[in-house]
């Protein structure tokens, strides 16, 4: 199994563990819910779904208005079918919940795993925060040592690009940084701040924001 189909894997089984869907509703939930799947599509929904279905996860069952699926009949369509998290699939998707492991700090993983912190216990969400935290201060050290190599060869745009990209990774360890000391003190999640730079901007995921500009000829490494 590729790492980002389990992601949807993971996904799926969280949404519908919240209530049953048929595939659009799927589909819309986790375009709109999950920025990590903003392009995909239904080829890529559906045999996920049928994985699941023969894994023993979930459940397929007909659209609940008998009206609506003779309609669809008669006009030649298929009628919805709703997909339900089996007894087993609640228990598999609990496992994963419970999962911690390196696949679980990475980028795409991890903004699936937070979509699902509210299904989640606070000793994993600590965990796997600490872990996200740890591995972006790894990445902004590397990034930090390869500007501090380079930067008497990059042009103004692409020492920019470099900068752009340090401080959006600084901003994420910020917002980290708030989050673990928001578990740890057992505040609202609602009242922590989220990602922030120094415009004032927030709102959406990490890697959705930009950063402010800075002046290239400002030769001072972050």
Known sequence: MSRRSGI?????????RESPMHGYELRKRLNTSLGVFRAFSYGTLYPCLKTLVASGWLIEEPGSAPEDARAASLAGRRAKIVYRLTAEGKEHF????????????????????????????????????????????????KMRASLARTRERLDDYTLELQRHGMESVEREVRWLNELIESERTGRDMRNASAPQDTSGETGGTPRDRGSSRTDPSDDTAK
């Open 94 to 141: 609990e496992e994963l919940l419970a999962h911690t492991g390196p696949d679980a700090w990475e980028d795409e993983h991890f903004a699936a795993r937070f979509a699902f912190f509210g299904q989640t216990s606070r000793d994993v969400r600590m965990r796997v925060l600490e872990g996200r935290r740890s591995r972006l201060e790894e990445r902004l050290e």
């Open 8 to 16: 949807l894997e993971f996904a799926v089984l969280g949404l519908l």
